[in-house]
């Protein structure tokens, strides 16, 4: 049986990219240099903090912040779908704003936080999950990370959405199975687990 979730959906962490990942593009895709061409001017060592943990990467300031994690640091699990921010599936949060990491260069990301979908811990993390998994919500998984991302940034702000609420906050988040009614009610079934929690109930 195919499992929906890669496995960064459901364990939280850094990991490494595993070889002959088929989700990340070649040079003519993504636009990046590679080989010799990598040496070219505007190449510079750039920290980053990612998941908690600083990593350094050599690229040029406005390369995506997509590539930066997903070649640069060994982190697969923001997805390429687009390239132009219209669908959601390489959403991470910078300094605990959803942002497509797409489109947004890697500078922008320099002194902040950036988290993915390795590193969404906590109870919010736990709560999406729980949800995700009891509903069934994925169907061939490739949007999921972007979905969850979304989602969590939408809980840190708003613990018990309503439907417009979930609108707004997913708005731009593609899902091509249509799986969008699960993930309404997933996401109000992490919101319920989460005030429940806080509560003590």
Not at 103 to 111: C, D, K, Q, R
Request: include cysteine.
């Amino acid at each position: 049986m195919t499992q929906p979730f890669p496995p960064e959906f459901l364990q939280a962490g850094p990991r490494a990219g595993a070889a002959g990942d088929s989700t990340v593009p070649d040079a003519a895709v993504s636009g990046r240099p590679t080989g010799d061409a990598a040496s070219a001017e505007g190449m510079a060592l750039l920290s980053l903090d990612v998941n908690g943990v600083t990593g350094d990467v050599t690229l040029a300031p406005d390369t995506p912040l997509l590539w930066a994690l997903r070649q640069g640091m060994g982190l697969p699990g923001t997805r390429f779908g687009c390239g132009m921010a219209l669908c959601g599936a390489c959403t991470v949060h910078i300094d605990g704003q959803a942002v497509r990491a797409c489109v947004t260069p890697v500078s922008a990301a320099l002194g902040k936080r950036v988290t993915t979908i390795e590193g969404l811990t906590g109870p919010i993390g736990d709560a999406l999950r729980t949800a995700w998994m009891a509903l069934d919500v994925a169907q061939c998984g490739y949007c999921q990370s972007g979905q969850l991302m979304s989602a969590a940034a939408l809980l840190a702000t708003t613990p018990r959405p309503t439907d417009d609420d979930i609108d707004r906050a997913m708005d731009g988040n593609v899902c091509r199975c249509g799986t969008y009614p699960r993930i309404r009610a997933a996401i109000k079934a992490a919101g319920a687990q989460l005030s429940a929690s806080r509560s003590g109930a």
